[in-house]
């Protein structure tokens, strides 16, 4: 049975509780979004991210209460370089959704969601240190599972295969 092709258009998933909710606080916030394989994924512009997951964690009509994830992709050598991916998830509503925010390698940076999901601390932590990505507000960001005196950030694709020499 063949997969049914991805809907990229904003048009038609609008009416999902987390598009239409988005797009009815701030329609900037939200670059695009796909469905595809029964997994909604959104693009958040970058500036308002905490304030999306505020609103997605405390909306009644579908309260992603459950941080599962936050990690980051690399898509060297394009641009926007880093792709930093939320994976929440609604309890009452047993609903998933992924949010993403693209990053130019210019300036990395983000505000941190660790005052909305206390949870996300050591997953920024750990994107900082492999990385390189900076947050913005967050309490406590410092290398977590390199040394403090290591150079580079080793999960870059343009991270030497035997590191710096």
Not at 33 to 48: C, G, L, N
């Given at each position: 049975m063949p997969l049914a092709p991805a809907i990229t258009d904003l048009e038609q998933l609008k009416t999902h509780p987390a598009i239409a909710k988005l797009l009815?606080?701030?329609?900037?916030?939200?670059?695009?979004?796909?469905?595809?394989?029964?997994?909604?994924?959104?693009?958040?512009?970058?500036?308002?991210?905490?304030?999306?997951?505020?609103?997605?964690?405390?909306?009644?009509?579908?309260?992603?209460?459950?941080?599962?994830?936050?990690?980051c992709v690399d898509w060297f050598p394009s641009e926007p370089r880093f792709e930093i991916v939320y994976h929440l998830l609604s309890i009452p509503r047993k609903e998933r959704v992924r949010l993403k925010v693209r990053l130019r390698s210019s300036s990395p940076t983000l505000d941190s969601v660790t005052s909305v999901w206390p949870a996300a601390n050591y997953f920024e932590r750990e994107i900082f240190d492999l990385f390189g990505v900076r947050f913005t507000g967050h309490p406590y960001l410092r290398r977590l599972l390199m040394p403090e005196d290591w150079e580079g950030h080793p999960l870059r694709k343009d991270y030497p295969v035997e590191g710096y020499r």
């Open positions: 009815a606080w701030n329609p900037a916030a939200v670059e695009g979004a796909k469905f595809d394989r029964d997994e909604m994924t959104i693009y958040i512009e970058r500036s308002v991210i905490r304030e999306t997951c505020v609103l997605l964690r405390d909306d009644s009509d579908c309260p992603f209460n459950f941080l599962s994830d936050v990690t």
